[in-house]
């Protein structure tokens, strides 16, 4: 019945249902379209958030790589700091021996004066008698 009609239907009449199945097939066409535009929207917020992700858990990484370099860094340093207290040590203790050593040479040598002089004082003494 339909196609008779359309057949029978006058000019303007072809050209009005004409007109109207165009728009709705560019109705359809830009659903579809908008469709399209609001899957990929959706993919792209996907992707952004994956991304996201993904960079955060890098900045953790990176954060915990930080963390762990700087601890190393702060027992180098104190390792070094407690060498060089030791090795400090060391040589005030060796300073300290040396004037040990120093003192004791020299008291050694007083005391050695001390007993030539008091010799010589006895030996003309001594002689004497």
Do not use: C, W
């Not at 165009?22 to 993919?43: G, M, P, T, W």
């Amino acid at each position: 019945v339909a196609v008779g009609t359309f057949f029978s239907d006058t000019k303007e009449q072809q050209d009005a249902f004409i007109k109207k199945l165009d728009e709705k097939q560019a109705k359809d066409v830009n659903n579809l379209s908008l469709q399209h535009k609001s899957e990929a929207i959706r993919v792209e917020k996907i992707h952004k958030s994956e991304k996201f992700a993904h960079d955060r858990k890098e900045m953790k990484e990176n954060h915990e790589q930080y963390k762990k370099i700087k601890k190393e860094a702060h027992e180098a340093q104190f390792a070094a700091f407690e060498n060089y207290q030791k090795n400090e040590l060391a040589e005030q203790l060796k300073m300290i021996e040396g004037k040990k050593q120093d003192q004791l040479a020299k008291l050694t040598a007083e005391i050695k004066d001390k007993d030539e002089l008091a010799k010589k004082k006895k030996v003309p003494t001594a002689t004497l008698r």
